[in-house]
């Protein structure tokens, strides 16, 4: 089944630092976007990508797409400490609804 | 910016009771979902809904649940006799159109838990 699957499952850095999320999935798809949550809170739509798009940007994202691979990543530069959060990728093959990776928990220890 | 509000936040009911959690689309939006989150696992689709019908359903999607939208701003899921597992977090979504490219849109999710 298409699933989206992020790694690494924890990751730790100092404030100031990049961080790095990768996301693989199984199937083809139309769209991939990833969302962040803190902690007992709701989903936030942080960008959406196409799959004829190869990188998009946004402030301090920046997130690629390899369809070839099935893969996309998600940068996050000089991060800040209220870059903690978990963060899912989610994709969708043209249903209407997304699967959900189990997610990336990132602390920014400051 | 509009969004997306659910009601309640926290939600504790004893098992075997029914349950219905609210949700307020953004306005000008036509599809409608809900998700579902148990703790420390990851999001699951559970159902969609357009033009006042179900238009996909997952597996957990069973008979004791429904959806509803009574009026022209709220969309309920209704957990007709609630079980321990149907504890987590639920949210629902909306977006504009049903196409690949559109956004989903989330509510900050209710928290229910089953006792």
């Known amino acids: 089944s298409q699933q989206g699957e992020e790694d690494p499952q924890a990751l730790s850095i100092q404030e100031g630092e990049n961080a790095t999320m990768n996301c693989s999935y199984k199937t083809s798809i139309n769209n991939l976007q990833w969302y962040r949550q803190n902690s007992g809170r709701g989903l936030v739509h942080l960008i959406l990508i196409r799959s004829n798009e190869r990188e998009k940007h946004s402030g301090r994202l920046r997130v690629t797409l390899d369809t070839s691979k099935k893969s996309s990543s998600l940068l996050i530069t000089a991060s800040r400490a209220a870059d903690t959060a978990s963060y899912f990728c989610a994709t969708d093959a043209g249903g209407q609804n997304f699967v959900f990776g189990p997610g990336t928990r990132l602390s920014v220890l400051p | ?115």
């Open chain 2, 1 to 115: 910016e509009p969004e997306v509000t659910q009601t309640p936040s926290h939600q504790v009911t004893q098992m075997g009771q029914e349950v219905i959690l609210r949700c307020v689309p953004i306005s000008n939006h036509l599809y409608f979902y809900w998700y579902r989150q148990i703790l420390g696992q990851k999001v699951e689709f559970l159902v969609s809904f357009y033009n006042n019908e179900i238009s996909e359903k997952s597996e957990i999607f069973d008979d004791q649940f429904s959806v509803e939208r009574p009026d022209g701003s709220n969309f309920t899921l209704k957990i007709r006799s609630t079980k321990l597992e149907d504890s987590a977090m639920y949210f629902c979504a909306s977006s504009q159109l049903r196409t690949a490219q559109e956004t989903q849109y989330f509510g900050p999710g209710t928290r229910l838990l089953v006792l």
